[in-house]
């Protein structure tokens, strides 16, 4: 295996996040009627309740809990709390979506460098955080040698200094 500093790990993507659940049944619904994940098979050689959904180029592994009563239940939305986040091609049609489904959200807007991120964080059954952005307006910058990205491809024509400050602005929707 070459030596590569940058990657030590030779890490190509993520594959998977695997999160435990109460309910598979009511989880896998969720995550396919919400954000489109398609149940896949697994293993039949695994000796526990769980279930494979892919979407989107991840993985959701679900596992039933254990003791599913001493799972943590979330009320408040915040979104400074553990997440997994999801771009999109429209705000607009995801924020209506969520209402059309009476999931209560918490939009935020991001300001830096005269670029703004919209961003909408929900909670799954068990109260799972999700985001839904359009990140991908805001570059990549790493702190030190390479050239700045986007989230998703390189777009050099649209690299921005970093601003000292960025402003968060966040609104509950029931």
Known sequence: MKE???????????????????????????YHKVLGFIPIRRPESF??????????????HLLRAPEPE???????????????SFQCESM???????????????????????????????????????????CDSLPVVPIVGEMARSCSIVKLHQMVQPQPQSQIHQVVHP
Not at 47 to 59: E, S, V
Not at 121 to 130: E, Q
Request: aromatic residues 8%; charged residues 25%; negative net charge.
């Open 92 to 134: 607009e049609a995801v924020e209506k979506k969520l209402e059309d489904m009476e999931i209560e959200y918490v939009r935020a807007l991001v300001e830096e460098g005269g670029i703004q991120v919209d961003q909408l964080f929900f909670h799954d059954p068990d109260g799972f955080m999700i985001e839904i952005c359009n």
């Open 70 to 84: 001493k799972l943590p239940k979330k009320t408040a939305i915040n979104p400074k709390d553990n997440h997994i």
């Open 47 to 60: 000796n526990f309740d769980g279930a494979w959904l892919f979407g989107h180029g991840i993985g959701i």
């Open 4 to 30: 590569n500093a940058g990657n030590p790990l030779h890490l190509t993507s993520l594959n998977h996040v695997s999160l435990l659940c109460r309910s598979i049944e009511e989880s896998m619904n969720f």
